[in-house]
């Protein structure tokens, strides 16, 4: 019995080892399905990875056009906003300046007319003061002429001798009345 057990333990395969035929079939079909990925799986996987890289890098590049045309619009914007600030400082500052020349022109037409003003009322008061005192003296003269007339007991009819009259009293009036105002 020994004997038939070394003799079944010889045929016996070591079951981590396949048979030569199984190795060979699993080389063939290994090497078929290599080629066939080297042929065909391959070179479409490489020429998909090549577009992705081509795609990535050009949506880099794409990307950094982006950002430097954003760069100049922002550099532009900023000129444009620092022109246009320096233009609102310079419009401010016109009109500061017609402002000022406006209130100036104002005050000078409000002097002149104020001038005016004061010139026309200072000759109508004149005026009137002439008129006042030409009334004044007509009045004063009739007055005088009656009261004269009464206490000569004449008539002063004469229009020469009255107006002689009236004029050489009303000119001691006003002499007398300068006199009182020059000592006081």
Known sequence: MQNALI?????????????????????VAFVIIF????????????????????????GIKK???????????LDEYNT???????????IREQARADATAIGNEVR??????????????????????QSALQSL???????ALDLASGVI?????????STAVVDRFLADLEASQATKTGEH
């Open 80 to 90: 444009q906003l620092a022109e246009a600030r320096a233009e609102a400082s310079r």
């Open 153 to 161: 007991g004449e008539s002063l009819k004469d229009d020469a001798k």
């Open 137 to 143: 003296r007509s009045e004063v003269g009739t007055l």
């Open 35 to 58: 080629l066939v990925f080297w042929r065909v799986v391959t070179p479409r996987i490489t020429k998909m990875l090549d577009e992705r890289t081509e795609a990535i890098e050009g």
């Open 7 to 27: 003799i079944a333990a010889e045929e016996t395969h070591n079951p981590l080892i396949p048979p030569v035929y199984d190795i060979v079939w699993s080389a």
């Open 108 to 129: 000078e037409q409000a002097s002149a007319d104020a001038a005016r003003i004061t010139a026309n009322a200072q000759a109508q008061i004149e005026a009137e003061r």
């Open 63 to 73: 990307a950094e056009a982006a950002q430097a045309q954003a760069a100049a619009a």
